[in-house]
């Protein structure tokens, strides 16, 4: 079962422009939404998360955006560079004891053009 | 500079193979997962530990795959025998986990296995 949808799968984005990227999940007892990117040939690194406590998170060009009663949050890439070219991940993990699993989305693969 | 080494980095073999692949965590995680990424099916968890004990490995094909952690500084994933179905990139991550946290995974580079 998906818990996780990412749209799209591919962007392109000139230099400079907006890059938005969206998730919904169905599972209402996850609380906690990271955004993971991927370089080829690299693991997944955290970029960003946020508690649905909040509406908004910003950490330099990157903020996502929840909107807990539609179930949906995204990433927003301001002024985009060819160096953020590389594939996003949403991801989401429920408020356990024992510690997160996390759920990841399809993926999306971004690409900047200069 | 503290990493989670993965080894192989690439590795082709034969159907009916062993495969090993290898992971050694962040020093002092305790936390560690096995995902595997394809283009159809994304990242996908196959199993967890922590401090050793192995917490689900629900995502796992039970009958061909098996992971273990002998000791806090190696984690094991083995498929035997392998498929070609089984080509994908495995991924290792590390964490620390305290009670009701959220914990920053830590992947590593990943082994990029093919079989034939």
């Known amino acids: 079962q998906q818990q996780v949808k990412q749209s799209p799968q591919s962007l392109i984005v000139q230099k400079g422009g907006i890059s938005i990227i969206n998730c919904a999940y169905e599972?209402?007892?996850?609380?906690?939404f990271p955004w993971y990117q991927q370089f080829p040939g690299k693991g997944p690194a955290l970029l960003i998360a946020?508690?649905?406590?909040?509406s908004e998170k910003k950490e330099g060009r990157f903020t996502i955006s929840f909107n807990k009663s539609a179930k949906q949050f995204s990433l927003h890439i301001m002024d985009s560079q060819p160096g953020d070219s590389a594939t996003y991940f949403c991801?989401?993990?429920?408020?356990?004891?024992?510690?997160?699993?996390?759920?990841f989305g399809e993926g999306t693969q971004l690409t900047v053009n200069p | 500079d503290a990493r989670v080494t993965q080894t192989p980095r690439h590795k082709v073999t034969e159907m009916g193979q062993e495969v090993t692949m290898r992971c050694q965590p962040i020093?002092?995680?305790?936390?560690v997962f096995w995902y595997r990424q394809t283009m159809m099916q994304g990242l996908e968890l196959l199993a967890y530990?922590?401090?050793?004990?192995?917490?689900?490995d629900s995502g796992m094909p039970k009958d061909r795959f098996s992971a273990e952690m002998p000791d806090a500084t190696l984690a094991t994933l083995k498929i035997q025998p392998s498929e070609p179905r089984d080509s994908a990139v495995y991924f290792c991550?590390?964490?620390?986990?305290?009670?009701?946290?959220?914990?920053?995974?830590?992947f590593g580079s990943g082994t990029q296995l093919s079989v034939l």
């Open positions: 991801a989401a993990s429920p408020k356990e004891t024992s510690g997160s699993r996390l759920t």
């Open positions: 020093l002092g995680h305790n936390t």
């Open positions: 946020i508690r649905p406590d909040v």
């Open positions: 991550a590390s964490a620390t986990a305290g009670l009701s946290t959220n914990e920053k995974l830590f």
């Open positions: 530990f922590r401090n050793r004990a192995p917490l689900d």
């Open positions: 599972n209402t007892a996850f609380d906690y």
